[in-house]
């Protein structure tokens, strides 16, 4: 199995930044790459960006592209996702998660391993 902790979520005022973090363990060898979801109240869970070991090779949400960056510390099995110019839509539970060589990066069901969440909360 693979133990996937997620960090560094809170409240931020709008036009703040969160830094997030992911450090995986266990049988990291079944995961080749490390991504983020994240769930907002009464809505489904949302791709929102994935980064592969290898490259590395970056996936953004198209709506998130410019405001988030995904980064990768392979000697630390960690995972970082910078967020800036946050909105209140951004408030949500943000998920880190790992799988192996999905098929498609935005798809829930390609990926494996899950953290227990963390929230982020952006006032207005």
């Known amino acids: 199995q693979v133990q996937l902790v997620e960090s560094g979520g809170g409240l931020v005022q709008a036009g703040g930044s969160l830094r997030l973090s992911c450090a995986a363990s266990g049988r990291t060898f079944n995961i080749d790459t490390m991504g983020w979801f994240r769930q907002a109240p009464g809505k489904e869970h949302e791709f929102v960006a994935a980064?592969?070991?290898?490259?590395?090779?970056?996936y953004y949400a198209d709506s998130l592209k410019g405001r988030f960056t995904i980064s990768r510390d392979n000697a630390k099995n960690t995972v970082n996702l910078q967020m800036n110019s946050l909105n209140p839509e951004d408030t949500a539970v943000y998920y880190c998660?790992?799988?192996?060589?999905?098929?498609?990066?935005?798809?829930?069901?390609?990926?494996?391993?899950w953290g227990q969440g963390t929230q982020v909360t952006v006032s207005s």
């Open positions: 998660a790992g799988t192996y060589s999905p098929a498609t990066y935005s798809l829930r069901s390609q990926w494996h391993y």
């Open positions: 980064i592969t070991w290898s490259g590395p090779r970056t």
